[in-house]
């Protein structure tokens, strides 16, 4: 019988979801699994970085890595993934685009230390202690922490990347057809986004209902009102980013009365998918007046939390640049 291809999944900085959306794949997994090996999957199965480094060069036919990278064990981890791997797959919003991590970028090091170990309200440490990288206890033992870089990176960034399943986390559809099209052999470019390259608005299902010309008045929080469930959320106020986020989703916050927030990333003619998104929607404010339009723009209090949520470390901006440092390095 011939060997089947092995697959391996990792999980860098990411909440878990895209590891939980394997699963997710219900019946459908049992499909993959009798197509594949899965050689590597510590989150679900006891392997070892050692069991990787046994293995030999591009014995691996795809590694699908979730998450971006924010310390040095992450990134020796997918420098030794892509060593071993025929093609790397940047799985999820986290490690095509930074993701939600990223946003850290906005702040430095030592800002995140001194919030997360002294400055929280729920934090108790009198003795002001942080981790330290390297500790030696006086017996001859040493005990290390992996390095905690100052920007979190997408994945490509880091390695490089032969395909990209976007989302927060990837439909379990896409996902498999992901699987079957490595399998098949019948594969598009490298660098190719495994999604449908047009906008989420195209797929919506309150299409019909978005007028040609929008005036918006005000903008809403989510929590501040109860959206209509058959009218365009962008036609209630509500900062809806499918009107630059790729499709590809299958709709799913719509269809549970959410606004979307952009997870899919932008489509190919994007740049920026943040400043694509804020370009559009302050082009639809109905206000001409410089105050009224700061007035209905107060109603989107944080704009790059809103505007780059999930692509910060892609963006043009990148990161926030702190003064004194001489800019920031990694």
């Given at each position: 019988m011939a060997e089947k291809p092995k697959v391996a999944f990792y999980w860098c900085a990411s909440c878990g979801g895209c590891e939980e959306s394997v699963v997710d794949l219900a019946e459908d997994i049992l499909t993959v699994v009798s197509l594949v090996d899965i050689a590597f999957w510590p989150v679900a199965i006891d392997m070892k970085r050692k069991d990787v480094e046994a293995m030999a060069d591009r014995s691996l036919t795809v590694s699908f890595i979730n998450?971006?990278?924010?310390?040095?064990?992450?990134r020796e981890m997918v420098?030794?993934?892509?060593?071993?791997?025929?093609?790397?797959?940047?799985?999820?919003?986290?490690?095509?685009?930074?993701?939600?991590?990223s946003l850290a970028n906005l702040h430095s090091k030592e800002e995140i230390f001194d919030w997360v170990y002294h400055a929280s309200p729920t934090v108790v440490n009198p003795a002001g202690t942080v981790p330290l990288e390297r500790f030696d206890d006086g017996h001859g033992h040493t005990l290390k922490l992996p390095t905690f870089y100052e920007t979190v990176r997408a994945l490509d960034q880091v390695i490089d990347v032969d395909f990209y399943l976007p989302g927060c986390p990837p439909t379990p559809k896409l996902l498999k057809e992901a699987v079957l099209a490595l399998l098949s052999g019948k594969l598009p470019p490298k660098g190719t986004v495994l999604a449908p390259d047009v906008a989420l608005c195209d797929e919506c299902p309150r299409r019909a209902t978005k007028p040609e010309k929008l005036a918006i008045a005000r903008f809403y929080r989510p929590h501040e009102i109860v959206p209509d469930p058959e009218k365009c959320f962008l036609a209630q106020g509500l900062p809806c980013m499918g009107i630059g986020t790729r499709k590809g989703c299958e709709a799913l916050c719509?269809?549970?009365?959410?606004?979307?927030?952009?997870?899919?990333?932008?489509?190919?003619?994007?740049?920026?998918?943040?400043?694509?998104?804020?370009?559009a929607l302050a082009s639809e404010v109905d206000a001409t007046d410089e105050k009224k339009i700061e007035e209905i723009l107060a109603g989107i209090p944080d704009p790059v939390g809103t505007f780059y949520r999930y692509g910060i470390a892609s963006s043009m901006l990148r990161r926030k640049i702190v003064e004194g440092n001489g800019g920031v390095s990694a």
């Amino acid at each position: 019988m011939a060997e089947k291809p092995k697959v391996a999944f990792y999980w860098c900085a990411s909440c878990g979801g895209c590891e939980e959306s394997v699963v997710d794949l219900a019946e459908d997994i049992l499909t993959v699994v009798s197509l594949v090996d899965i050689a590597f999957w510590p989150v679900a199965i006891d392997m070892k970085r050692k069991d990787v480094e046994a293995m030999a060069d591009r014995s691996l036919t795809v590694s699908f890595i979730n998450g971006s990278v924010r310390t040095s064990e992450q990134r020796e981890m997918v420098e030794l993934l892509r060593r071993k791997s025929a093609f790397v797959i940047a799985y999820g919003a986290c490690s095509q685009y930074g993701g939600i991590p990223s946003l850290a970028n906005l702040h430095s090091k030592e800002e995140i230390f001194d919030w997360v170990y002294h400055a929280s309200p729920t934090v108790v440490n009198p003795a002001g202690t942080v981790p330290l990288e390297r500790f030696d206890d006086g017996h001859g033992h040493t005990l290390k922490l992996p390095t905690f870089y100052e920007t979190v990176r997408a994945l490509d960034q880091v390695i490089d990347v032969d395909f990209y399943l976007p989302g927060c986390p990837p439909t379990p559809k896409l996902l498999k057809e992901a699987v079957l099209a490595l399998l098949s052999g019948k594969l598009p470019p490298k660098g190719t986004v495994l999604a449908p390259d047009v906008a989420l608005c195209d797929e919506c299902p309150r299409r019909a209902t978005k007028p040609e010309k929008l005036a918006i008045a005000r903008f809403y929080r989510p929590h501040e009102i109860v959206p209509d469930p058959e009218k365009c959320f962008l036609a209630q106020g509500l900062p809806c980013m499918g009107i630059g986020t790729r499709k590809g989703c299958e709709a799913l916050c719509i269809h549970g009365n959410m606004p979307c927030t952009g997870c899919f990333g932008p489509t190919s003619r994007t740049r920026d998918h943040g400043a694509k998104i804020l370009s559009a929607l302050a082009s639809e404010v109905d206000a001409t007046d410089e105050k009224k339009i700061e007035e209905i723009l107060a109603g989107i209090p944080d704009p790059v939390g809103t505007f780059y949520r999930y692509g910060i470390a892609s963006s043009m901006l990148r990161r926030k640049i702190v003064e004194g440092n001489g800019g920031v390095s990694a």
